[in-house]
């Protein structure tokens, strides 16, 4: 599997970015896709996961402000990013699981200024 991420970039203080990650490979088989986020000094984290069937699941920090979808007819995983934070800033990357395998896309930069 090949993750590409996009979308990332320079947001204020309360704005929005949308966030793509296009797969293409062995997509049929995933389990599972989400997005992750690792912020300077820190380790990376989940940010929220679809399931095959349909399952989301957010990280507490993000729930009400993030939205995870996916767009199957064009294999491409989407993550609505609203009222933004300072402390969203980090770099976000699209995983894929294929049942214990991750695949990770090369990470796009978000940055959010106060």
């Known amino acids: 599997v090949q993750l590409q991420a996009s979308g990332g970039g320079l947001v204020q203080a309360g704005g929005s970015l949308r966030l793509s990650c296009a797969a293409s490979g062995n997509i049929f088989s995933i389990n599972r896709m989400g997005w992750y986020r690792q912020a300077p000094g820190k380790q990376r984290e989940l940010v929220a996961y679809?399931?095959?069937?349909?399952?989301?699941n957010y990280q507490d920090s993000v729930k009400g402000r993030f939205t995870i979808s996916r767009d199957n007819a064009k294999n491409t995983l989407y993550l609505q990013m609203n009222s933004l934070k300072p402390e969203d800033t980090a770099v976000y990357y699209c995983?894929?699981?294929?049942?214990?395998?991750?695949?990770w896309g090369q990470g796009t930069l978000v940055t959010v200024s106060s």
């Open positions: 679809i399931t095959s069937g349909g399952s989301i």
């Open positions: 995983s894929a699981r294929i049942r214990v395998t991750s695949y």
